[in-house]
T-cell receptor, first 112, second 112 residues
């Protein structure tokens, strides 16, 4: 059974600082996704990582995937208040099945 | 623009009543999913469908059913609502090639 673990579950950081959110998963997969959720809102797709070594960047966020270590990271550079949200990673270990298993989410609060 | 819509967005019902949550997507995706989101549990898969007349149970399917009579719609029915089914429900549809899911705005259900 696929398990997805994120850490930390809560992160409070100062504006301008860097930090990394980690996503570990338990079974072989090369399809990993990052989503953002604002309070009371839907989930917004941030990154789609489909191969070992994949790296994607959008603004102050960068995601990477190491399938051998079963690990993805979401790195935040020079955080700003607007990045405050809950971030989820999700893993699909089915062939083109879209059947995502989600981590518990990381609540990020950026303090000005 | 393609989208995925859920209705109702908010519903209060009583224990034992039947409730149906609607989900309609215009992405023309074959794959559709229902998740529930609860504090401390992240998102958990209820039911999913890979095409017309196809339905499958997810991780937490007890007390729920779905039907798929066309590509666009996957309604979720709670046969006899229970207080444990108070939650926020998200419908999603999936891009088969990348596995990426696109989510609706969510339906908040309260069972009294």
């Amino acid at each position: 059974e696929l398990k997805v673990e994120q850490n930390p579950l809560f992160l409070s950081m100062q504006e301008g600082k860097n930090y990394t959110i980690y996503c570990n998963y338990s079974t072989t997969s090369d399809r990993l996704y990052w989503y953002r959720q604002d309070p009371g809102k839907s989930l917004e797709s941030l990154f789609v990582l489909l191969s070992n070594g994949a790296v994607k960047q959008e603004g102050r966020l960068m995601a990477s995937l190491d399938t051998k270590a079963r690990l993805s990271t979401l790195h935040i550079t020079a955080a700003v208040h607007d990045l405050s949200a809950t971030y989820f990673c999700a893993v699909d270990n089915t062939a083109y099945g879209n059947k995502l298993v989600f981590g518990a989410g990381t609540i990020l609060r950026v303090k000005s | 623009d393609a989208e995925i819509t859920q209705s109702p967005r908010h519903k209060i019902t009583e224990t034992g009543r039947q409730v149906t949550l609607a989900c309609h997507q215009t992405w023309n995706h074959n794959n559709m999913f229902w998740y529930r989101q609860d504090l401390g549990h992240g998102l958990r898969l209820i039911h999913y469908s890979y095409g017309v007349q196809d339905t499958n149970k997810g991780e937490v399917s007890d007390g729920y059913s779905v039907s798929r009579s066309n590509t666009e719609d996957l309604p979720l029915t709670l046969e006899s609502a229970a207080s444990s089914q108070t939650s926020v429900y998200f419908c999603a549809s999936g891009h088969a090639n990348t596995g990426e899911l696109f989510f609706g705005e969510g339906s908040r259900l309260t069972v009294l």
